[in-house]
């Protein structure tokens, strides 16, 4: 499975040689890397070289390194945790905008919406319809079921992804929708209002989902995200006038 690395770049080798080995299945989830000795002797190389070369495909997410005698080197399943830490970290610190995030929402959601009209089948429907009954039993009890209402709202948006069948899409709009939560902790906009409105635009989506009208799909998420945006930046920006004041206050 492995080759002795070419001395002028063992370090780049040993790397990209165990991830092509993970990659192509030929070391498969759970599956052991043998000792640090035995990759010593397999690589003919330094335990340094090895140990760096281990760390390197931990922080890639392809190993996970544990220590103590029945520790070692196991391959990690497939999973998006690393990508969505970095995410979130990028909207943590703000290196994502709001715009930046509805832009790009436009465009993806816009296309998962289409296709889920296109390709919808009875279950489909039936599984957003299970979901806006979920939606509306929180949007009764107003203000007080937010959170609960806005978790059901997230499940529909990745249903819909799950519907249009495309691998792709469902893993990117799982990492946006399982960050974007920061902003509705950041800028709270808890109105009965907002979530009757919020409701409505989800009741139609599944509507035209369901009558098969693509475009139809396609422009009620992008108004419902270009709206959601444009109240995002209103609270926003009261947020910070707010924070003025406040300062201004002190002084």
Not at 12 to 27: P, W
Not at 191 to 208: G, P, S, V
């Amino acid at each position: 499975m492995f080759q002795k690395p070419k001395h002028n770049r063992i370090f780049h080798d040993l790397v990209a040689q165990i991830e092509t080995a993970i990659l192509e299945d030929k070391l498969k989830p759970g599956e052991k890397l043998p000792s640090e000795r035995g990759l010593r002797e397999m690589f003919e190389t330094s335990r340094s070289s090895i140990r760096e070369a281990l760390r390197v495909l931990e922080q890639k997410g392809l190993i996970d390194i544990k220590l103590g005698p029945a520790g070692g080197a196991r391959v990690k399943p497939a999973s998006t945790d690393c990508v969505v830490e970095t995410l979130a970290l990028l909207i943590k610190r703000r290196k994502v905008s709001l715009n930046d995030l509805a832009e790009f929402r436009e465009g993806v959601e816009g296309n998962v919406a289409a296709l889920a009209a296109e390709r919808a089948g009875r279950a489909d429907i039936r599984i957003l319809k299970e979901l806006l009954i979920e939606a509306k039993s929180h949007l009764d009890k107003g203000v007080s079921s937010w959170e609960e209402f806005i978790k059901v709202d997230r499940k529909l948006h990745i249903a819909l992804a799950k519907i249009a069948d495309n691998p792709v899409y469902r893993f990117v709009l799982e990492m946006v929708h399982q960050n974007i939560v920061s902003y509705y902790k950041n800028f709270p906009l808890r109105t009965k209002e907002m979530m009757e409105e919020n409701y409505q635009d989800l009741f139609e989506l599944a509507r035209k989902i369901e009558q098969g009208n693509t475009e139809e799909a396609r422009l009620i998420i992008q108004r419902h995200i270009r709206k959601f945006n444009r109240y995002m930046k209103i609270e926003s920006n009261s947020s910070e006038l707010k924070a003025v004041g406040l300062s201004g206050n002190e002084l």
